[in-house]
């Protein structure tokens, strides 16, 4: 058998006989099989019988890349259009050109390129009439890929030149499926971005749809000052953001430069809204960096907490404060009572101690509803001669405490007398029309900071107020 690496020594032939001369193409080795792969099939288009018979002879013990040859056969140009259109892994035609007509090969050259389009399929014209066809006007006029003549065309170089046809054949359909193949990923690929650039618009617009609904005010503010981005509820808030926003109560402002190295901050501020309204914010800001890391830009959102704010202010008075008077509460006025006995308040203090004389009697003959109304007034008069900083807080039933921060002995008593006599002179009217009129007991005692303790105190204030009513009530004594 031979190969494509095979050697075969010429012989002896007429030249009518060299087209189909055996250049010994050698026997099969014993005991070798013939490959099992499919043979490459050779289209020969020829009116001769003949040559088809030699041909499949001469090639019958050749192979190339272990594929042996198989001859499909055509006698006439339109019988090669028929196999031609139904196939396309024919890699190779061997072409006559005197057929039906004296040029019927050279017109199925022009159906293979040009009607058919197929332009991997090898061509080599082969001829036995030159005449008809000369090479150099057959190989520049028509699209043949080899010319050969029948009577120069030997065994070995009709092997020859199929192998390189077949090559060449092989090439050209490896290209075409690698650069389908690279036009199927680029247009996936295409897809692929146009899907993800789709998502990603969309994406886009969500977000910036939600940023729009958001009930916060949202933005971005630019290395150069300008508030380039921004939402619905911070137009609405600041109408004239353009000109710049100044946070109030002497916190930071919008225009002041973010912390050195700082990611993501926060603070709490006051604004005037269009409406004239005081809003308290939560404002977060965080730096918005390029790929390399330059800030260019802080993006922010406020966040409304006026409401939350009142809320925190009432529960912190309901925490504070006794309900019924309006005073703070016990533990509120124990809790100021602490920090200054701890140190941490202002200069002498005293603390008066207050009980409401004969209140049961009030109850008693008036109705517990006299009673409550005893108890508001006794706190409005008390409040009415009180400083600023002075603090009166209701430590149980008719009993109340008063501090006097920044005030001795001396004066506390001056000031407890004040209030005796303010109580005794106190005219309070029912809603039936009915009136009474009541007095009070007053025990004084001066702190002493970093040496009393609140119990202490209590204790000193609670004996001068005792001692004031053992000796007959509405009197201040001191402790």
Known sequence: MQTLTGQAPTVDASPDDLMFEDEDPG?????????????????????????????????????????????????????????????????????????????????LVHYIRRDLGNRHIRIILRTGQPGQAPEREAIVAYDINDYKSKAELTAQKLFTSLVGAVRSWRDLVTIESLNQSLERRVAERTAELERQTALADEQRRFIENLVEMMPSPVWYRDSAGRYALCNRAFRELFPNAADGIEWSAGRRTASEPMPAGAGAYSFESSVEGPDGRTRELLVVKRPLTAPDGTETGVIGIATDITERRRMEHELHRLATTDPLSGAHNRRQILDLLDRIVTGRGAGTTCLVMLDIDHFKRINDELGHAAGDVAIRRVVEEIRS?????????????????????????????????????????????????????????FGLTELRPLEDTVESVLGRADQALYRAKALGRNRVELA
């Open 27 to 107: 026997a099969v080795p014993e005991g070798q099989s013939a490959a099992a792969a499919a043979p490459w099939p050779i289209l020969v288009v020829d009116d001769d019988e003949q040559v088809h018979a030699m041909t499949r002879v001469l090639l019958k013990d050749f192979e190339f890349e272990g594929r042996r040859f198989a001859i499909v056969s055509a006698f006439s140009a339109a019988e090669a259009q028929a196999i031609l259109a139904e196939r396309s892994d024919l890699p190779v035609a061997l072409l006559d050109v005197v057929m039906e007509t004296q040029d019927a090969g050279l017109h």
């Open 385 to 441: 001669q009180l400083r600023g900083s002075d603090q009166i807080g209701r430590i149980g039933g008719e009993e109340f405490a008063i501090l006097l921060p920044g005030t001795s002995r001396t004066g506390g008593a001056v000031i407890a007398e004040r209030l005796r006599v303010g109580l005794a002179a106190l005219a309070i009217e029912l809603p039936d029309g009915r009136s009474f009129q009541l007095t009070g007991s």
